[in-house]
């Protein structure tokens, strides 16, 4: 685990999850592999602008799928897959970071569970477009036409997609992430429905190294600015009870074409590698069971 930092008490962490629907930790990653992380995000995110990688987010369309092949015309803001062997060394280091013990030791806390729990899920990146916008208010596996009683009946199910969703910045002044605090627990007001939220939003703001956690199921928005480099990793590992319902929401992004593919020999052999390969082993066995999964959102 890291030295750089006194990672909090699990139970206070997961309390802060619990009502406030988010939970920051300051510096959790030394600040020599956060230098490394940047180097090799700037390099692919170079790549993915110029039409070089086909696995982007790209500007005009919130929601999966993309196509890649707008990226240099209307610009990027994401870039999908960092762990896909396709980007060779680049691939290692970002499997480093997805299975770095002190990481996965704060989603432990959060899920509540040991290693031998955890499914790997995603790792990718939110990067600054050309020209800035903002992405709409919207819950991740809830579409926003919901009424109110279909909020609270997937809201209400206890760890129905148990799983545990990331910012981490790689750059001062991230402060892109805008949530609504405890909003993971109700459905929308009138007003939030029309995307008022009253002066309720808080933005979550990150600078080198820092990490929030949050509840993909709470109120939220990226509001990108342009001219301001973001380099923010956007990751989630998943846990084995919630491996059905978190079907949908990991493989619609396209993760179970490649992830065989991936070589975890850059971990050692010991726990760290047994780890990942568990984690691995867990969501190649959640898309056999799942089959076409097709897509949560639209837009």
């Known amino acids: 685990m890291s030295d750089q930092t006194q990672i909090p008490d699990p139970s206070t962490l997961l309390r802060q999850l619990q009502t406030d629907g988010y939970v920051i930790i300051r510096s959790l990653l030394p600040p020599e592999l956060v230098a490394s992380l940047l180097a090799a995000t700037r390099e692919v995110t170079s790549l993915a602008r110029a039409g070089k990688w086909p696995h982007v987010r790209t500007v005009g369309k919130q929601f999966p799928p993309w196509d890649a092949s707008l990226a240099v ?3 990027i803001w994401g870039v999908q897959h960092l762990m896909h062997p396709s ?6 280091l970002f499997a480093q970071l997805y299975f770095n013990p002190a990481l996965l030791s704060v989603c432990s806390a959060l899920l509540q569970c040991g290693p031998e729990e955890l499914v790997m899920e995603l790792l990718n990146l939110l990067v600054d477009p050309p020209k800035s916008f903002a992405l709409s208010w919207h819950r991740d596996d809830i579409p926003w036409e919901s009424t109110a009683e279909q909020e609270m009946e997937v809201l209400s199910r206890k760890g129905y997609d148990r799983h545990t969703q990331y910012n981490l910045s790689l750059a001062d002044g991230d402060e ?7 909003s993971h627990l109700r459905a929308r007001t009138e007003e939030e429905r029309r995307g008022d939220m009253g002066g309720k939003e808080v933005r979550a703001r990150l600078d080198s190294g820092d990490v929030v956690f949050y509840d ?8 990108y600015e342009a001219g301001r480099e973001r380099m923010t990793l956007h990751g989630s590992v998943g846990h084995v009870d919630g491996a059905k319902s978190r079907a949908r929401n990991v493989l619609q992004h396209g993760i179970g074409e490649w992830v065989e593919g991936c070589d975890f020999s850059c971990l050692g052999d010991g726990e760290q590698r047994e780890t990942a390969e568990g984690m691995r082993k867990r969501l190649l066995e959640m898309g056999k069971e799942a089959g076409d999964v097709g897509y949560s959102l639209q837009g």
Do not use: M
Not at 87 to 92: D, F, K, M
Not at 216 to 223: Q, W
């Open 73 to 75: 015309r209307d610009g």
């Open 87 to 92: 980007l060779g060394p680049r691939s290692a």
């Open 176 to 182: 892109s992430l805008v949530v609504v605090p405890g």
């Open 216 to 223: 993909n199921n709470i109120l939220h928005r990226g509001v």
